[in-house]
């Protein structure tokens, strides 16, 4: 099946889990396709100066694959380190993650959410 890009919903979120400015989110595969496993399958862009603040995935996991720029990403609170492209970070069942563009450009992130 295929899901043209001009057929991509794209959604906008502002102050994102407590974060700052407007995050986009382009989603590449749309949910009933995840066959109950997950929930998004999405491009998510975050300009400079914004954010998606701290949350914690319960009963599933988050990967990030950095497709273009750089993000501050907080670990679970335990340290934080700058994510680039060709980057891949896994945050797991019960743990937390943000993260923040303090770039001078935007950064594109493929972003996958499994159930656990």
Do not use: W
């Not at 990030?64 to 896994?90: A, F, H, P, T």
Request: one cysteine or more.
């Amino acid at each position: 099946m295929l899901f043209r890009k001009q057929d991509q919903k794209v959604s906008y979120r502002e102050n994102m889990r407590d974060g700052q400015g407007t995050i986009m989110f382009n989603e590449l595969l749309p949910k009933q396709f995840l066959n109950g496993k997950g929930r998004l399958f999405s491009l998510i862009t975050v300009e400079p100066g914004c954010s998606i603040g701290f949350h914690v995935h319960e009963n599933e996991s988050e990967t990030y694959y950095v497709i273009e720029g750089s993000l501050v990403y907080n670990d679970n609170n335990e340290k934080e380190y700058v994510i680039q492209e060709g980057d891949c970070v896994y945050n797991g069942n019960m743990r937390g993650h943000s993260v923040r563009n303090e770039g001078k450009s935007k950064a594109v992130v493929l972003a996958l959410i499994l159930f656990m």
